[in-house]
């Protein structure tokens, strides 16, 4: 992925940057955050009647770009159109089939005209149903599922195995008219939830099957693509493909995938959910580009240049808004993470007592996997300005082993004035514990300035290290007979 001169495309010197200053929480909590912007509503999914059709209940159809079924006993699906023009491409994205959608998903690729389902999640994982088992087996006595609610019967016709995927042909017809059609079901078997392929290889061979099978064509409707909530792993094969054909037609130099991804999630929410899953994104769009034909490599070091500088100058500002802001906010520790953390619904609330997303259909009490943690930026507001008189006040042994200060003499005297404690125990007793009290509440606060300076610290040397310009070389050009010297510098690019 090199000019013809030696030089590095944008992608893979950004992917190269991102990755040497291990930045991927950065890049993604940025995305993330400009995400948290977005006003789009999900109120279809809110009615009681259509509760029971989702999978998770933080996960939800954004209204204007959700997919109305035309037919059959509600037009609900929890699913979207992604409309890439740019790439020329059109996605359906959609969480795994529970028992009672299992119908309305087939209704869907139906109607839709698509040519294929590309299903990217096993339907049991660690231990944990992630989808229902909406297609007919080879290895039943009867290879058809029935789906009367809407009209609808799934054959099984054959398949073909790979090494991480399963290609199958299955028939799917229209009851009342008799009408039939052969759909292409791809089931990628080797990506685990919230995690990455263990390398870009297998997943590029199964996307240019896809590919070939003529299911993202333009002439055929758009694929249904899932996984078990239908935005992690969904989301990072729509990445990679619509990167790839817009590096294809308009050169190496063409895609800023961060933009990319954020013009994705406006279709539907919260598509790519870990920093892993955003890495292997990169990685698995330089490596396709790569199988790219060489006359399509054309580096511009002025366009990489300016795009890198804006972009840093923008993630730097947007960082410092975000730590303003958590000047300004209460120390309560944030709420836990839904079932997908790059989720951002400002007007998304869910039950007060859900740490992870639900899947209704199982028990309520059903544990699901364990999110990634968020990625939080330490707050770089200064310590208080009595943090040092205090400080010095106190004979510390370590962090968590804080020797107290004395009380003030005249406050204790003031105190036993009223009462002589010689007189009464048990007011001398109170007293005591409210001394107690106290050094105990002026231990934590101390403790707690000191974590959140050392934090600044930490953050400071970060964000000295992370924004360091890096020299990239200096060239020469000849133009109209003279020669034009140059040179540039990197900015990481988030």
Known sequence: MTSETGGTSNVETEYLEINSKEAWPVLYQHIRNECGNYAYTCNES??????VFNRY???APYDHTRIVLKKGPCDYINANLVQMERAHRQYILTQGPLSNTAGHFWLMVWEQNSKAVLMLNKVIEKSQVKCYQYWPLEGSSNHTMMFPDVGLKVEYISKTDASHYTTRILRLTDVESKESREILHFHYTMWPDFGVPQSPTAFLQFLADVRQSGALDQNVGPPVIHCSAGI???GTFCLVDSCLVLIEENGLNSVNVRDVLLEMRRYRMGLIQTPDQLRFSYEAIIEGA???PSNNV???????????YDLVNNISDSLVEEVEEEEDEDDTPPQPPPRGESLMMSDWNPSPSSENAEDVSGPPDKPLPSEPPTYTEPSTSPPPANFTSVENNLHDQNNDNVALPEEPQSDLDNCFKATSPSSNPDTKNQLRQRNLEKKERLAAQVREMKRRQKQTEEWQQLKRSLFKPLSIGIGAAIVGGGVIAFCGYLYLRG
Request: proline residues 4%; charged residues 35%.
């Open 232 to 234: 992690g792993r969904s």
């Open 298 to 308: 054309n580096i511009g070091t002025n366009e990489i240049l300016n795009n890198r």
């Open 290 to 292: 790569k199988q790219l």
């Open 46 to 51: 809110k009615k009681p009647q259509h509760r």
């Open 57 to 59: 209940r933080d996960v």
